[in-house]
């Protein structure tokens, strides 16, 4: 029977960069382990599926009270998650979260970078963020804030080439992060400026 | 005005290539296609591309995916990924429709009468599974022409 084990509670999802967690708080029953098991539903199984649910296995039996629910939500629709608690044969009702998620409220931080000057070149190190991300870089010499150059990285390599600067001149240079699946921004990371070295070159 | 649809066809080819060996494992006829029958998708004009795919988005989505439900967790959760993106995407070219930038000539109409024609000629399991094995001449054809 499935009455005698309450519904998991407090179920929530946190969501940051594209990656999406369900969590809930612990049924506690003494002397006993208590498992979980979460199901999604997309917009199109509400639609077209009579309202459908769908386990996700890795979070069947499961003890822990947490579930990386992001391969799952992975179109920009409406989703409703729920999760129950098992033990043994005695299932309790399940707890379903309020009202919708999407993706597209996931919340963006700002970009990690690192700003290099090489000689003459201003380089920039981005952390990759996974396949859904681009980054906006921007830059501009000390002073001349009005003229701002932008590049756009769609695939994070190892080091980024920005510019040629001048000698003995100080760049400056600060990005964000865009996801074109939700077409969304991040505020922009802290500005980092960087000086060229001075000329090295001499006339022998 | 021309129509710009923003979707993460990325995402959609990787759900479908983690499945495809499946889906297509459950199609016995393969002397028969229900897209390419009898002439290639490449064959249409481009005038006729936005509402070919319109059309082909809402034949997936209102007679595909639902039947295509299996007994393998792990695939009905990628059919299900697929799916919503489909009408997230089919959402944004029906407004396309309404604003008359998605126009459909006679060649798109008969290539899809053609197309429904193939799918109702089998059993609605056999001809969905077959339909969403056959996705990445969809995929390709979009990202191709």
Not at chain 2, 26 to 48: A, E
Not at chain 2, 101 to 115: A, L, P, T, W
Request: with cysteine; aromatic share 8%.
């Amino acid at each position: 029977g499935d009455a005698l084990l309450p519904a998991p509670q407090s179920i929530s999802i946190l969501s940051t960069n594209m990656k999406h967690f369900l969590t809930w708080s612990p049924v506690i029953v003494q002397g006993a382990t208590v498992r979980y098991s979460v199901e999604f539903q997309g917009e199109y199984e509400r639609e077209y599926t009579n309202g459908s649910w769908i386990p996700i296995s890795e979070c069947s039996l499961t003890t822990a009270t947490l579930c990386n629910i992001t391969e799952d939500i992975s179109a920009t629709v409406a989703y409703k998650l729920r999760v129950r608690a098992e033990l043994g044969a005695t299932r309790s009702q399940w707890g379903t979260t309020k009202g919708f998620f999407s993706r597209a409220m996931t919340s963006l931080t700002p970009p990690v970078l690192r700003v290099l000057a090489d000689g003459h070149h201003v380089l920039v190190e981005l952390a990759d963020m996974g396949p859904s991300f681009q980054f906006h870089v921007l830059y501009w010499k000390k002073g001349q804030e009005s003229r701002v150059w932008q590049k756009v990285v769609k695939e994070v390599s190892s080091v980024v080439h920005l510019d040629t600067m001048e000698a003995g001149a100080e760049y400056c240079v600060k990005a964000q992060t865009h996801v074109e699946a939700i077409n969304r921004s991040s505020s922009f990371s802290p500005t980092q400026c960087v000086r060229a070295q001075g000329d090295t070159s001499m006339w022998l | 005005g021309a129509c710009r649809v923003s979707m993460s066809m990325a995402e959609i080819r990787a759900g479908f290539t983690a499945i495809k060996a499946d889906i297509q494992s459950r199609d016995p006829i393969r002397t028969l296609s229900i897209l390419s029958h009898p002439h290639s998708l490449h064959k249409l004009k481009s005038s006729d591309r936005c509402c070919i795919t319109h059309q082909l988005f809402t034949f997936y989505v209102d007679k595909v995916f639902k039947h295509c439900r299996t007994e393998d967790s792990f695939v009905n959760r990628k059919i299900s990924s697929i799916a919503n993106s489909f009408l997230s995407a089919r959402r944004k070219l029906s407004q396309c429709h309404e604003q008359n930038n998605c126009m459909c000539g006679e060649e798109s109409r008969e290539k899809f009468k053609q197309i429904l024609a193939n799918y109702e000629g089998l059993n609605v399991t056999s001809a969905a599974m077959k339909s969403l094995g056959e996705l990445d001449i969809l995929l390709d054809w979009m990202e191709k022409s």
